[in-house]
């Protein structure tokens, strides 16, 4: 048995097994999942200076947001890591679905139509080479 208080020894597993890889998240992007997802598919595995040429001249909104996330999650692995710019490749970079604001638009008939504004959490996850 370890010793220590219960808590102690709780926070030294959890220290242990925590992620070191730099990242950046983007909580309650309002773009749908599948729509984030053809720009992140499309960086997941470059390097970082061919990922953000790729999402600079990416037509797409997303693109936008996933060029803020990417420099974010660079200045992170300098800043807080060490870690050289040039080294870096993006290992991880997913969407996941984020609450879904609904809405109600009038129909024909005194129907109502319920719309769907989804939203993401969207992740970018860097490694070194």
């Known amino acids: 048995m370890a010793k220590?208080?219960?808590s102690q020894i709780k926070r030294a597993r959890n220290e242990e097994r925590q992620d070191k890889r730099p990242?950046?998240?983007l909580?309650?992007?309002?773009?749908?999942?599948?729509?984030?997802?053809?720009?992140?598919?499309?960086?997941?595995?470059?390097?970082?200076?061919?990922?953000?040429?790729?999402v600079?001249?990416?037509p797409r909104y997303a693109s936008s947001l996933v060029k803020k996330l990417l420099e974010s999650a660079v200045a992170n692995a300098e800043n807080n890591n060490g870690m050289k710019?040039?080294?870096?490749?993006?290992?991880?970079?997913y969407a996941n679905q984020a609450?879904?604001?609904k809405?109600?638009?009038?129909?024909?008939?005194?129907?109502?139509?319920?719309?769907?504004?989804r939203m993401s959490h969207i992740t970018v996850v860097l490694n070194e080479k």
């Open 103 to 117: 809405r109600i638009k009038p129909r024909a008939q005194g129907r109502a139509y319920r719309i769907l504004k």
């Open 85 to 93: 710019a040039e080294n870096l490749y993006v290992e991880e970079c």
């Open 27 to 54: 909580s309650y992007a309002r773009v749908s999942v599948q729509k984030a997802c053809f720009v992140l598919d499309a960086i997941r595995g470059k390097d970082v200076a061919t990922a953000i040429g790729i």
């Open 99 to 101: 609450p879904t604001m």
């Open 4 to 6: 220590g208080h219960r």
């Open 23 to 25: 990242s950046a998240t």
């Open 56 to 58: 600079t001249y990416n």
